[in-house]
């Protein structure tokens, strides 16, 4: 399998998920969560590729899909007075939902990097 898609078997056949589609349900579920300023994506292992949200910093999302267990590394940049704690735990609960429900693929780790704090 390559490592740009996940494979998961089915009664009628495999089914390949590509890191593409991992990447937009992740940028989905984080643009939910009240207090990210921007973020953005990227493939596994050095391929990045930009998204961003209210402005043009450009945080990493990677994704590492090892034997059928995904880990998304994300960085971000948060509003001032956000008790950051509390927010990254939402953050990462947010996105392993979001990806288990819509792909039935387990997510082993979320860890969310705070690369900046906004001040408005």
């Given at each position: 399998?390559?490592?740009?898609?996940?494979?998961?078997?089915?009664?009628?056949?495999?089914?390949?998920?590509?890191?593409?589609?991992?990447?937009?349900?992740?940028?989905?579920?984080?643009?939910?969560?009240?207090?990210?300023?921007?973020?953005?994506?990227?493939?596994?292992?050095?391929?990045?590729?930009?998204f961003s949200r209210k402005n043009n910093s450009k945080k990493?999302?990677?994704?590492?899909?090892?034997?059928?267990?995904?880990?998304?590394?994300?960085?971000?940049?948060?509003?001032?007075?956000?008790?950051?704690?509390e927010l990254m735990k939402t953050v990462q609960e947010k996105?392993?939902?979001?990806?288990?429900?819509?792909?039935?693929?387990?997510?082993?780790?979320?860890?969310?990097?705070?690369?900046?704090?906004?001040i408005s």
């Amino acid at each position: 399998m390559a490592k740009n898609a996940m494979e998961l078997s089915a009664e009628q056949g495999n089914i390949k998920i590509s890191n593409d589609v991992i990447m937009v349900i992740t940028q989905k579920a984080i643009e939910e969560v009240k207090g990210i300023v921007s973020f953005s994506s990227g493939l596994s292992k050095g391929f990045t590729e930009a998204f961003s949200r209210k402005n043009n910093s450009k945080k990493a999302v990677k994704i590492d899909n090892e034997e059928k267990l995904l880990e998304i590394n994300i960085s971000v940049v948060v509003e001032y007075g956000i008790v950051i704690p509390e927010l990254m735990k939402t953050v990462q609960e947010k996105v392993k939902q979001s990806i288990e429900n819509m792909t039935d693929i387990d997510v082993d780790k979320v860890n969310v990097y705070v690369q900046d704090v906004k001040i408005s």
